[in-house]
């Protein structure tokens, strides 16, 4: 049995929020119908994050105690796939 192994980079939002109800600090990869968001470019991930997580930034009860939200996190993702093949 041999093993493929394929790698790429993009870029993906990271939700941070620091809150009572969290029991301490919590961060996962923002997802839509149980998929990451993924983009190609920085820049991609940026101006989704503002145009959809923008009010946060203005909200200054969102970013207190109880919800203790921040502004997505925009980071780099490597998604690697293995498949394997029976020769």
């Given at each position: 049995m041999d093993f493929i192994e394929r790698s790429t980079e993009t870029w993906g939002l990271v939700h941070r929020s620091k809150g009572a109800a969290l029991e301490g600090y919590h961060e996962h990869l923002i997802r839509e119908n149980c998929v990451?968001?993924?983009f190609s470019t920085r820049r991609e991930a940026?101006?989704?994050r503002d145009k959809r997580f923008g009010y946060i930034r203005d909200r200054e009860e969102l970013r207190?105690?109880?919800h203790g939200l921040k502004m997505p996190k925009v980071v780099r993702v490597r998604t690697t796939v293995i498949r394997t093949e029976d020769d």
């Open positions: 990451p968001v993924l940026r101006a989704y207190t105690w109880p």
